[in-house]
T-cell receptor, first 114, second 113 residues
């Protein structure tokens, strides 16, 4: 079974631009969660989508948004990029049906904002 | 609100010695607890989880974790550490009332040969 895939793996953008990251979950998984990982803040939860609906949201500004498609693939968008948005963005998938199910993580997208 | 604390930023052990990575949590209700490991430039890999029942949970790569409800702890252990266990370890908690998964700040483990 293929794992969680994220594209692109690396991105370099400049301040003010916008960016879209993509995540393909494990086949059959309906939940996709997004996290931001930085050395200073650790792993910060962005949001979770289940069956095309946002089910949970973290404490990030409205510049961060996401969506999920009918095939469970998810995209995350960041508008008006700031230097502080430089981070590793991780996507994780799970069945989303039981709270005791573990999440499976992708390799991440490394975003650098110049 | 739920939260996780990993009190040690770094743990250093010699190869062959026991390894312990500490984790305490705060959550309403009975928790679901998880440990993940992250190697450089990689995503997180699931190690083990506690759902209910036996307080000692066994997972991948020889790791185990002990759930202690009275101390609200879920420490990760390995009887004999390997150099290849050097990585960043995360503890996470989820309440029975929410799908959100909360992570600790992570503990960097270094195993010296």
């Amino acid at each position: 079974k293929a794992g969680v895939t994220q594209t692109p793996r690396y991105l370099i953008k400049t301040r003010g631009q916008q960016v879209t990251l993509s995540c393909s979950p494990i086949s059959g998984h309906r939940s996709v969660s997004w996290y931001q990982q930085t050395p200073g803040q650790g792993l910060q939860f962005l949001f979770e989508y289940f069956s095309e609906t946002q089910r949970n949201k973290g404490n990030f500004p409205g510049r961060f948004s996401g969506r999920q498609f009918s095939n469970s693939r998810s995209e995350m968008n960041v508008s008006t990029l700031e230097l502080g948005d430089s981070a590793l963005y991780l996507c994780a998938s799970s069945t989303g049906l039981e709270k005791y199910n573990e999440q499976f993580f992708g390799p991440g997208t490394r975003l650098t904002v110049l | 609100a739920q939260s996780v604390a990993q009190p040690e930023d770094q743990v250093n052990v010699a190869e062959g010695n026991p390894l312990t990575v500490k984790c305490t949590y705060s959550v309403s209700g009975n928790p679901y607890l998880f440990w993940y490991v992250q190697y450089p430039n990689r995503g997180l890999q699931f190690l083990l989880k506690y759902i209910t029942g036996d307080n000692l949970v066994k997972g991948s790569y020889g790791f185990e974790a002990e759930f202690n409800k009275s101390q609200t702890s879920f420490h990760l252990k390995k009887p004999s550490a390997l150099v290849s266990d050097s990585a960043l370890y995360f503890c996470a908690v989820r309440s029975p009332n929410d799908y959100k998964l909360s992570f600790g700040a992570g503990t960097t483990v270094t195993v010296r040969a």
